[in-house]
């Protein structure tokens, strides 16, 4: 998308509105975005504004922040960061430096919290950040014969290996090659790994052993 060069384009105040969840009051928006800016926005198809009237929960955070009269929930403008508003902003990363505005502080924090629950379900930071992804040492295809030589020997009954009785049997692989490796097995559709239903069976070990996958924690893997 072309670099919109227009002293009415504040990158910063779009990182607001995307901080926000995509959606903000106008009254919230830091910094701040003038009349005029605002229509230029919405004449680029970079935001859309409506008129709402605030939810209960919604006019309590507007009170606290001192931006509503105690009895008044009257509609306001809430402005909503389109598609085309979301991609021209990653495409413009280094458009315009945060300089010493207090907002940068709050678009970081969220930045931060974004990345972290991003690793937590599974998307490689590294490509989020723009940097080469590590190179494992081991490969997916070697886990796999690995593990179809234990079969039945290790597996539990029912067909299932417990994670910890996997890392215990390959000492030699650091732990993030051996979580690649099993999560680009499952990808393939090659194994599937599942959390324990019951939590009398979760040990230390299994706890210690676990893999982070979208949120949830897995402790054992089925072949398939």
Known sequence: ???????????????????????????LVKPVI????????????????????????????????????????????????????RRYLSENLSGQPFGRSPAATTILNWLLSSLDRARSQGVEVFKFLGLPTP???????????FLKSLEPFRFMPG?????????SLL???????LDWALLELQKQGKLVLYAFDD???????????????????RHHLFLL
């Open 135 to 145: 190179q494992p040492s081991k490969s997916d295809s070697e886990l796999l014969t």
């Open 34 to 85: 003038s009349p005029k800016s605002r229509k230029f926005l919405q004449q680029k198809g970079l935001i859309e504004v409506l008129k709402h009237r605030p939810s209960a929960e919604e006019f309590e955070v507007l009170k606290k922040e001192g931006l509503a009269k105690a009895n008044s929930a009257s509609p306001r403008l809430k402005i909503f960061l389109t598609e085309k508003g």
């Open 199 to 217: 939590p009398d069976r979760i040990g230390p070990d299994d706890e210690r052993a676990a893999l982070r996958v979208g949120g949830v924690v």
């Open 1 to 27: 998308m072309e670099k919109l060069k227009s002293p009415l384009i504040n990158l910063l105040s779009l990182w607001s509105i995307l901080a926000g969840g995509g959606t903000r009051w106008n009254c």
């Open 171 to 177: 000492p030699d692989w650091r732990p993030k090659d």
């Open 159 to 167: 067909g299932s290996l417990r994670l910890a009785a996997l890392r």
